[in-house]
């Protein structure tokens, strides 16, 4: 492990493969890690297309049901986030934030919010997409469509339909 804090934190809607891989590096990387998780109400403003997503309630408990599963849960901060950078924004022990190329520019806002307060830019860890069947990354939004289960595989209706 190289950091005693690592954060982490997304909408983590309908758990997918892609998620795993971002958690899993997070607790590779810190002792400690942070996991934010999306609040309802940041969901309807950060996006367009949050019809569908699944309740904070079933989101939070695909992520601890995880990391449990894991071993991780003894490690685990979690939190709601209800603004886009949380206390990573001010926590003084994180030391690196685990994103994926979706999120790597917020990841670069947040450190300019770190260093404008005096503290120190946390390490950007950026982990790659996980790649369906059809080479795209796997995708909430695609899983919520039903055109690809949890591990990428395509549905055989989204097959049928190309």
């Given at each position: 492990?190289?950091?005693?804090?690592?954060?982490v934190?997304?909408?983590?809607?309908y758990?997918?493969?892609?998620h795993?891989?971002?958690?899993?590096?997070?607790f590779?990387?810190?002792?400690?890690?942070?996991?934010?998780?999306?609040?309802?109400?940041?969901?309807?403003?950060?996006?367009?297309d949050?019809?569908?997503?699944?309740p904070?309630a079933?989101?939070?408990w695909?992520?601890?049901?995880?990391?449990?599963?894991?071993?991780?849960?003894?490690?685990?901060?979690i939190?709601?986030?209800?603004?886009?950078f949380?206390p990573?924004?001010?926590?003084?022990?994180?030391?690196?934030?685990?994103?994926s190329?979706?999120?790597?520019?917020g990841?670069?806002?947040?450190?300019?919010?770190?260093v404008?307060?005096?503290l120190t830019p946390?390490?950007?860890?950026e982990?790659p997409?996980?790649?369906?069947?059809?080479?795209s990354?796997?995708?909430s939004?695609r899983i919520?469509?039903?055109?690809?289960?949890?591990?990428?595989?395509?549905?055989?209706?989204t097959?049928?339909?190309?």
């Open positions: 492990m190289k950091h005693s804090e690592v954060v934190g997304g909408t983590f809607d758990l997918h493969d892609g795993r891989a971002l958690l899993a590096k997070a590779e990387l810190g002792e400690t890690v942070m996991v934010g998780v999306c609040s309802d109400e940041m969901q309807e403003i950060l996006r367009k949050s019809a569908g997503i699944q904070l079933v989101r939070m695909s992520v601890l049901d995880f990391l449990q599963k894991k071993g991780f849960l003894s490690r685990t901060k939190i709601v986030l209800s603004d886009p949380g990573a924004a001010e926590d003084r022990e994180a030391k690196a934030i685990v994103v190329p979706e999120t790597k520019d990841a670069k806002q947040l450190n300019s919010i770190r404008s307060k005096g946390l390490e950007i860890v982990v997409f996980v790649l369906a069947e059809d080479q990354p796997i995708a939004i919520r469509y039903g055109e690809m289960d949890e591990h990428g595989k395509i549905s055989s209706k097959t049928a339909a190309q």
